[in-house]
């Protein structure tokens, strides 16, 4: 696939170059340019992300990152099965947890929420770092949720960060996950205050607490151009020349008179 001349490779991440040491150098440049695709076009993109995954996978199918890139890009396609594999994968090489929360959200995506559940007691979450554990009880209470349990999935987001007044990266997305499961349960004014607390810790808009607010508070968007206004334009434009059309035959008849 095509990659842009001005992609060297070096955008990527140190400890990833390290890891791609391991491979021919023209080798590891052809690697890393792909990754540096998939990084790019994950979010706007995930489909040629997904393709410029895997062509690293073929490329270097033995080095972790590749496989966790690999993982991500099949993950933001709703491939769970091959994102799941491809996680483990690179868990193996590794042995680090920090795929741990990720891993789980694919048995969701699977529609094995109760394997995600299993997961979040499990020992290795005890060995994620902060961030971790907060997206792993995002995990376990997005499975309560699946499961029809609302009350369980209130209750396990309710925690030390969710209290916390301090603003964290994942303060937002804790904030509008809890807001967005006492909305489900009915408990509607509650949810606003939570929508509203996410909308403040929302510095860069990951989230869609300002359109939540806005519904709840029965405020209503309105394009202020549209395809009818478009149209009306349009048309008064045609009125316009014809207007203009038909002042010239007046001052030309006029002459001839």
């Not at 890009?73 to 690179?90: M, V």
């Not at 990720?102 to 299993?118: T, Y």
């Not at 499961?147 to 916390?164: F, N």
């Amino acid at each position: 696939m095509p990659i842009p001349d001005d992609v060297t490779g070096d955008e990527i991440d140190p400890d990833v170059r390290q890891e791609l040491m391991s491979l021919p150098k023209g080798l590891a440049e052809d690697v890393a340019r792909n990754l540096v695709m998939v990084a790019q076009l994950i979010d706007e993109d995930p489909e040629k992300a997904y393709e410029y995954s895997r062509i690293a996978l073929r490329l270097a199918s033995r080095v972790a990152a590749v496989r966790e890139a690999a993982g991500f890009a099949a993950y933001a396609t709703q491939k769970y099965s091959e994102a799941l594999a491809e996680f483990r994968a690179a868990r193996r090489m590794t042995g680090s947890v920090e795929l741990w929360p990720v891993m789980a959200d694919c048995e969701r995506g699977l529609g094995r929420p109760e394997r995600a559940l299993a997961m979040a007691g499990e020992p290795e979450v005890q060995k994620l770092d902060k961030a971790g554990q907060v997206e792993m009880r995002l995990v376990a209470a997005g499975a309560r949720r699946d499961m029809g349990q609302l009350d369980a999935a209130i209750v396990t987001l309710q925690s030390p960060e969710l209290a916390s007044s301090a603003n964290h990266p994942w303060t937002a997305r804790l904030r509008y996950a809890y807001a967005d499961a006492l909305l489900a349960a009915g408990r509607e004014r509650e949810a606003r205050e939570w929508f509203a607390k996410a909308l403040e810790a929302d510095k860069d808009g990951s989230t869609d607490a300002s359109d939540r607010l806005a519904e709840l508070d029965g405020v209503e968007f309105v394009d202020a151009f549209d395809d009818s206004d478009e149209e009306n334009g349009q048309d008064d434009a045609d009125d316009l020349d014809e207007d203009d059309d038909l002042d010239e035959r007046d001052e030309q008849d006029g002459d001839k008179g």
